[in-house]
């Protein structure tokens, strides 16, 4: 195991991190904290639970798959910074536009299968570009690209409001900060287990390109897991504006079906 500066290992450095975040959730979970800044009663919402396994996955997916394949991009064919971006761009792109329509969506009492299709198709596309990798013009990749985009597209709007909808108004502030976290655990675990699998078949194959499909058969697995989550989700429709609006102003009148 690698050293750091001074006589630190990375293994005690990690383990030194784990043993303070569970200091931390005892602290959270303990009755002498009145107001706990994780508060984990949260947690047995089933959405909002749920809903953060599937961002942790989005995380890792999303820096896990462009990470290396502007490496790849960089090292394989010699593309410049610039055309790896526009390589790259689509994907961007696709995302934005198909969120528009997703967010719409995804109010819906079935919004799950947004997200279910859109890790679906983001596996789609990742598991095309493990084949098409270093085969002629990079443009290959463009449909891998158009459908990446589009999964992402489905996923971030709609994850955000399945999982955040159903819970209580005094722990909005609490999920918000725990959903934004776990997104970014997300990202750090995925550059660090993608480099880490770039760097171990690259030490055994001498071989970038198998080194990237070896990673990307990694994201396929944790994609998996996204859909299983997001299958898992309970159907609930949002409330709508009105009901919205009273439950923010008591003063408002209340009508009941007849």
């Known amino acids: 195991m690698g050293r750091v500066a001074g006589p630190l290992t990375i293994a005690e450095i990690i383990a030194a991190g784990v043993l303070f975040l569970a200091l931390f959730v005892?602290?959270?979970?303990s009755a002498r904290?009145?107001?706990?800044?994780?508060p984990l009663r949260i947690f047995r919402n089933r959405n909002f639970s749920l809903g953060n396994v599937a961002n942790v996955v989005i995380g890792i997916t999303v820096t896990g798959v462009f990470v290396p394949l502007?490496?790849?991009?960089?090292?394989?064919?010699?593309?410049?910074?610039?055309?790896?971006?526009?390589?790259?761009?689509p994907a961007?792109?696709?995302?934005?536009?198909?969120?528009?329509?997703?967010?719409?969506?995804?109010?819906?009492?079935?919004?799950?299968?947004?997200?279910?299709?859109?890790?679906?198709l983001m596996a789609a596309g990742i598991l095309a570009m493990t084949f098409l990798l270093g085969d002629g013009?990079?443009?290959?990749?463009?449909?891998?690209?158009?459908?990446?985009?589009?999964?992402m597209g489905l996923v971030f709007s709609p994850l955000t409001n399945i999982s955040t909808r159903t819970l209580d108004r005094?722990?909005?502030?609490?999920?918000?900060?725990i959903y934004n976290t776990?997104?970014?655990?997300?990202?750090?675990?995925?550059?660090?287990?993608?480099a880490a699998v770039l760097q171990i078949v690259l030490a055994a194959t001498g071989d970038f390109t198998t080194a990237?499909?070896?990673?990307?058969?990694?994201?396929?697995?944790?994609?998996?897991?996204?859909?299983?989550?997001?299958?898992?989700?309970?159907?609930?429709?949002?409330?709508s504006v009105t009901d919205s609006a009273r439950a923010s102003d008591p003063g408002l009148p209340v009508t009941r079906p007849s």
């Not at 013009?137 to 999964?151: H, K, N, R, T, Y």
């Not at 005094?170 to 900060?177: D, K, R, V, Y």
């Open 26 to 29: 005892f602290w959270q979970a």
């Open 33 to 38: 904290n009145p107001e706990p800044l994780m």
């Open 70 to 89: 502007a490496l790849f991009l960089q090292t394989v064919p010699k593309l410049s910074p610039l055309m790896t971006g526009l390589v790259t761009a």
């Open 92 to 120: 961007s792109l696709m995302s934005g536009v198909v969120a528009i329509v997703a967010g719409r969506l995804s109010n819906r009492a079935d919004a799950k299968y947004l997200p279910i299709t859109g890790f679906a």
């Open 137 to 151: 013009s990079q443009w290959v990749l463009l449909p891998s690209m158009v459908a990446l985009g589009i999964g």
């Open 170 to 177: 005094s722990l909005l502030g609490a999920g918000s900060g």
């Open 182 to 194: 776990s997104r970014q655990f997300g990202n750090v675990l995925g550059s660090a287990v993608t």
């Open 212 to 239: 990237v499909r070896a990673s990307f058969y990694l994201l396929l697995a944790v994609l998996v897991v996204g859909i299983a989550a997001a299958f898992a989700f309970r159907q609930v429709a949002a409330p």
